[in-house]
């Protein structure tokens, strides 16, 4: 019931494209939805965050869309490009003393030119 | 620069040994919590602090130690290690003890254990 499960697992996009990645989870106590872009060899960047009182956030180019009764969430990046491949993860989390991020397995995009 | 300084940045180390990770959390944030990162297991929770005190415990090893000083640094202490201990550790910090809010990540220490 803790778990995040995000897919696809990778993902291969055309230059201007639009990226998609989906992540759903069980806990329904979950009220933080934050996705992260981690390159290689850097720590994972808060790119944006959603909580479940909305059903869409964006930012830019990258928009979060939030399912509550079906209890998935999505990242969709629009006019991908190069310099967003990267690996996303998505994450959940609650309040409360024991909440902590549970993280999704993760997504590595690859935006050719 | 997410604010969150972790040192050192590479570790290569023996089976047996005992190593110390150090986190410095942004300014004015109260929370730090410690994050296990490999290929197989993905972004794994192991501990959070909260202004000096332990909050929260995920699969941290008993191997495996932290604290938080009256600094707000925090240290990560492994001991006893073995060769599935390398990996990515990274720490995070955020204003509040709760993991629902903004969170941030240093850039990871990469232990390898040889």
């Known amino acids: 019931q803790q778990q995040v499960k995000q897919s696809p697992q990778s993902l291969i996009v055309q230059k201007g494209g639009i990226s998609i990645i989906n992540c759903a989870y069980e806990?329904?106590?979950?009220?933080?939805f934050p996705w992260y872009q981690q390159f290689p060899g850097k720590g994972p960047a808060l790119l944006i965050a959603?909580?479940?009182?909305?059903s869409e956030k964006k930012e830019g180019r990258f928009t979060i869309s939030f399912n509550k009764s079906a209890k998935q969430f999505s990242l969709h990046i629009m006019d991908s490009q190069p310099g967003d491949s990267a690996t996303y993860f998505c994450a959940a989390s609650s309040g409360g003393s024991q909440g902590n991020l549970i993280f999704g397995k993760g997504t590595k995009l690859s935006v050719k030119p | 620069d997410s604010g969150v300084t972790q040192t050192p940045k590479h570790l290569i180390t023996a089976t047996g040994q005992r190593v110390t990770l150090r986190c410095s959390p942004r300014s004015g944030d109260l929370s730090v919590y410690w994050y296990q990162q490999s290929l197989d297991q993905g972004l794994q929770f192991l501990i959070q602090y909260y202004n000096g005190e332990e909050r929260a415990k995920g699969n941290i090893l008993e191997r495996f130690s932290a604290q938080q000083f009256p600094d707000l640094h925090s240290e990560l202490n492994l001991s006893s290690l073995e060769l599935g201990d390398s990996a990515l550790y990274f720490c995070?910090?955020?204003?509040?003890?709760?993991?629902?809010?903004?969170?941030?990540f240093g850039q990871g220490t990469r232990l390898t254990v040889v």
């Open positions: 806990n329904t106590a979950f009220d933080y």
């Open positions: 995070a910090s955020s204003r509040s003890g709760q993991m629902n809010t903004e969170a941030f």
């Open positions: 959603i909580r479940p009182d909305v």
